[in-house]
């Protein structure tokens, strides 16, 4: 019996190897459907023909017919018995003003699909491309570019929402949580409700934490979380009245050198007997030989200098950094809960 895992056939290699080189274009085809406010457009005025659309649209007609019928194939656009164009249900998540609206994602994407023409420079190097790019970290883009950064928090937003409410179900959240990342203080506020008895803090870059106090407002959970800035890169910055160090979803935008440094200075503002709580994806024997995965860990390599991480590979950072008894917690598929405590000899 082979040891190996057996690779599991992507639906990408059904393409053939030229229809796999010429994959990029079907982003950039949406891209130019949301930069063309198409799905707005159709929301407004129903069904169109393509001459209404090119003249509203301001496009060449002959030149958008292409661009419509592609869109129809992939059943974003559907066509009626007139020829007239309308928005699928699928296509409906190009708008933004949906709940499951795919533009937050949308902009990351595009801002990746810059950053991977630098993929030879992470390979060669394993740092980010998008560094070599666009000449900052992706943080420091954010912090320059307002509109991008309220879309990933939304993205943050969004994925709490679908992907971590399950966490509330495996752990018993008690004491005082610092959430370390904690962006807008969606997950604190999933804690708060559904843990009466739980005091909180956001913790974050003040660039992230625009929104959190409204989040915290909205849910009703305002008066038993406080937000604090500052960055995990300045330990004194970091509270040190916890009893829960929660840290989701952070570690893995940062290579195993980052991630070192970052726990361990969390662990040095942490009181004795308060414990770490890793939130985080891990890639499992399920998901390690699937196409999309991998390339999600390329692309964290290009956009972070980082990579998702097995089991294995956490605990050797979390051990790394000072800590020990570790426990894992399965949340989902691919979603994780790692609880550490402080090494004891540190209060010997
Ligand atoms: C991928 S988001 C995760 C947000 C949230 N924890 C969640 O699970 O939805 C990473 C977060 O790390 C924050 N971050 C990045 N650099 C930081 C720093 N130096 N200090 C504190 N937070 C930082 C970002 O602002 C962002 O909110």
């Known amino acids: 019996m082979s040891s190996q895992a057996e690779p599991s056939q992507s639906i990408l290699a059904a393409l ?77 998540r190009l708008r933004l003003d949906v709940a499951d609206s ?50 990933f928090n939304r993205y943050m937003q969004q994925t709490t929402t679908t992907w971590l409410t399950q966490v509330v179900e495996y752990y018993n959240f008690s004491g005082h949580v610092v959430d ?32 959190t106090n409204a989040v915290l407002c909205a849910a009703g959970v305002n008066e038993r979380c406080q937000v604090v800035t500052g960055s995990f890169f300045e330990p004194l910055t970091i509270p040190t009245h916890g009893t829960i160090y929660l840290i989701s979803r952070v570690l ?31 890639l499992s024997d399920s998901n390690s030989n699937s196409t999309i995965p991998l390339l999600h ?15 294995t590979e956490f605990e050797q950072l979390v051990q790394a950094a000072g800590f020990t008894e570790l426990c894992w917690i399965h949340v989902n598929e691919t979603t994780f809960l790692l609880e550490a405590s402080l090494e004891s000899i540190l209060f010997g």
């Open 102 to 151: 795919v533009i937050p994602l949308l902009h990351h994407h595009r801002d990746g699909y810059g950053a991977w023409n630098a993929l030879l420079y992470t390979l060669q190097t394993g740092h980010p491309g998008f560094n070599q790019v666009y000449q900052m970290d992706i943080y420091q883009y954010q912090g320059q570019h307002p509109e991008k950064l309220a879309y």
């Open 297 to 311: 860990s390329l692309h964290l390599g290009i956009m972070f200098g980082a990579r998702t991480r097995k089991q």
């Open 180 to 211: 370390i990342g904690g962006n807008t203080g969606a997950l604190m506020a999933l804690l708060l409700r559904r843990f009466p008895e739980l005091q909180g803090t956001v913790f974050d870059l003040e660039q992230a934490v625009c929104q």
């Open 252 to 282: 893995l935008n940062w290579s195993d050198e980052k991630v070192v440094e970052i726990l361990k200075n969390c662990r040095a503002a942490m009181p004795a007997h308060s414990k770490l709580l890793i939130l985080d994806f891990v």
């Open 16 to 92: 053939s190897l030229e229809d796999m080189l010429s994959i990029y274009q079907l982003s950039q085809a949406i891209f130019a459907l949301h930069d063309l406010k198409l799905p707005e457009y159709l929301h407004k005025h129903d069904a169109q023909p393509l001459s209404a659309l090119a003249q509203a649209l301001e496009t060449d007609a002959t030149a958008l017919t292409p661009l419509l019928e592609a869109a129809t194939t992939l059943n974003l656009l559907q066509k009626d018995e007139q020829n007239r164009y309308s928005l699928t249900p699928t296509g409906t």
